[in-house]
């Protein structure tokens, strides 16, 4: 058979080769029968007894992942339990056992259906991702009903690689790193859960490739690159024998990064460049250490508002904010205020519906909506500020109006402060997130009204280009190097240093290594980035002058898509770091 390879979106970095098993996730098939009216009572006891059974079992999977690989991805769990004992699905489907003399799993089938199509319509891509989390309790509740749960069973530990359309979060949990060596999925992005997980169980994948289930069976040789995002089914000896090298450069390349953690980001001729970490949970401080993180660069505080029904207090702010600006100290962490849209809060704050959420009431906009969120985490930030070195960063400003509307909060909650005689940090720093095409035309006025600025390519690049960043329909239009991007980033950085401010980037092109020499080039004071990206980006930086640099980033303006921009970039980081970037066995086509 030929070797045929396929594209995807890398999302969990490595090289795997080995033999592939593919996973149908088949939802359990569920038939309706009418039932005898004596029969009801005792339907909803089986109804009962499912759920409780569900709880046991998801309890049992959040401990152990809480044992094996830590906190905060156990806690992914507790959307689950939210589900299974919210009051209104238990209710309803008993509900619909004793009003249609159905039998349970009938009955939950029908109730679910239509919380699953409301998460699917949902535009925000982290909360349509949490479908699965939907899916997943459904499934487990009918499998417990039914007495059938299907479980991911690894034939091959140490060669397996899997293939499947999606994941749920509790059949990613069980694939144990030394079991699979690699995962491939049909669907998902950087957030969904799966992508996650195998980031944090350092598993290589790939996910988004397009129907690739119906292209492999089981027991066919695999290749997977998680960095590149590319599969390839049947590989031949060559291209085996040119992946295993790679394979084996990459791990002798690991280790000597490993090495520079603790060295400077400076290039040869002493340009320096501030290399820090985007974080979302506290308990992810150990990585941020471990890779040699300067502070923390993003943290994105939505966690702390999700999966539960009440709003975070002042003090669950604070307790988080100062542990976090504590174990950071002396470097700083730049904690972003609150950037949800509406359907993201709506078990804790109702909003109206709206037909196109990610133009809608969301971040910065909702907090001046709603300055009672806004208050609390601001007090939290500051009080904490007293801890460690904070700074404090709002995330889709739109213009300068907006921004001095944040700023006139913040300056009414830092009088309230010292009314109270509370200590904070006065000189605290108050930076804009550019990730709006009109915030990055302004960026001059506005960045005379700042201390900072930190580009959010996510979100810039998708309001840039008009292109849904999780649309997959569409996402080979998502360019980050895009002529437009790389001009709305050049004029960004120089309205930064005309002001004298200095400039971050804490999107996802910050960790693409492809970008470091561009990026250093066009002046980045700060790249925060996924911190297993930044032993890496230090290497490149520490191995070329700024002069090397900034001509890098000179050429790219000759180019007019971003395809030639791409080659340009390749072309340059292989020629200087083969090790890194010498994979294109298959260049690429298009
Ligand atoms: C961005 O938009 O680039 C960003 C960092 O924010 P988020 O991905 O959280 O929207
Ligand atoms: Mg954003």
């Known amino acids: 058979m030929s070797v045929r390879m396929y594209r995807g979106i890398g999302v969990s970095p490595g090289i795997a080769v080995g033999k592939a098993l593919v996973i149908e996730m088949r939802r359990p098939r569920v038939k309706r029968e009418v039932l005898d009216p004596a ?35 156990a806690r992914i769990f507790d959307a689950h339990l939210l589900i299974l004992e919210d009051h209104l699905l238990v209710e309803e489907a008993s509900a619909f056992i004793q009003a249609h003399r159905v039998n349970a799993e009938y009955a939950v089938q029908e109730v679910l259906e239509p919380v699953r199509q409301a998460f699917s319509r949902i535009e925000d891509g982290y909360l349509r991702e949490r ?57 998902g992005g950087r957030t969904s859960h799966s992508a996650i997980m195998a980031r944090s169980l350092e598993i290589p994948a790939v996910v988004g490739v397009e129907e690739i289930c119906a292209h492999v069976r089981n027991h066919d040789a695999v290749i997977l690159d998680g960095i590149e995002g590319v599969v390839i089914l049947s590989p031949d000896r060559e291209t085996l024998a040119q992946y295993h090298a790679r394979k084996q450069q990459l791990e002798y390349a690991g280790r000597a990064l490993h090495k520079l953690g603790g060295l400077p980001a400076e290039t040869q001729d002493g340009y320096r460049v501030r290399v820090t970490a985007n974080i979302e949970f506290p308990d992810e401080l150990p ?26 207090t002042e003090e669950e702010h604070f307790a988080v904010y100062r542990a ?31 037909e196109n959420p990610s133009l809608g009431l ?52 830092k009088a309230e402060l010292r009314r109270q005689g509370v200590a904070f940090d006065p000189e605290i720093q108050v930076g804009a997130m550019i990730e709006i095409p009109s915030a990055a035309v302004t960026a001059d006025l506005l960045a005379r009204e700042v201390d900072f600025f930190s580009v959010g390519t996510n979100d810039l690049i ?90 890098v980033a000179q050429r790219v303006f000759t180019c007019p898509t971003a395809k030639e921009v791409e080659q340009l970039l390749r072309q340059e980081m292989r020629a200087r770091f083969p090790e890194y970037f010498a994979s294109d066995v298959f260049p690429s086509s298009e």
């Open 287 to 312: 990585a941020v250490r471990a890779h040699g993180a300067e502070g923390v660069g993003l943290y994105r505080t939505e966690f702390l508002y999700l999966n539960r029904p009440d709003l975070p």
């Open 462 to 551: 998708q309001y840039a280009l008009a292109i849904d960043r999780i649309n997959e329909q569409v996402a080979y239009l998502y360019e980050p190097l895009h002529p437009a991007v790389l001009r709305m980033l050049r004029s960004v950085v120089s309205a930064a240093h005309n002001e004298g401010i200095w400039i971050s980037m804490c999107g996802e092109m910050a960790s693409d290594p492809l970008h470091g020499m561009l990026l250093v080039g066009l002046g980045f004071d700060e790249l925060s980035m996924t911190p297993a990206s930044i032993p890496l980006l230090k290497r490149i930086i520490r191995s070329v002058t700024y002069g090397q640099a900034a001509e």
């Open 39 to 73: 029969r009801v009572p005792l339907e909803a006891s089986r109804l009962r007894q499912a759920l409780e059974d569900s709880r046991t079992q998801i309890l049992e999977i959040q401990e152990r992942i809480a044992r094996e690989v830590g906190t905060q991805y």
């Open 324 to 354: 976090v600006a504590a174990e950071i100290h002396p470097r700083p962490t730049v904690i972003r205020t609150l950037d949800f849209g509406g359907d993201k809060l709506a078990t804790a704050v109702q909003l109206a519906a709206e």
């Open 362 to 413: 969301r971040a910065i906009r909702l907090c001046l909506h709603r300055p009672d969120l806004f208050r609390t985490q601001l007090r939290a930030i500051l009080r904490a500020s007293a801890f460690g070195s904070l700074r404090i960063m709002y995330p889709m400003i739109s213009g300068v109006g907006e921004l001095r509307a944040a700023n006139a909060i913040l300056e009414d909650v």
């Open 131 to 187: 479908r699965s989390d939907v899916d997943d309790v459904g499934d487990r509740l009918l499998g417990n009903l039914l007495g059938q749960r299907a479980s991911v069973h690894v034939e091959q530990p140490g060669e397996t690689i899997v293939f499947a359309n999606e994941l749920r979060p509790s059949d990613t949990v069980q694939l144990h790193k030394d079991a699979i060596l690699g995962l491939v999925t049909e669907t």
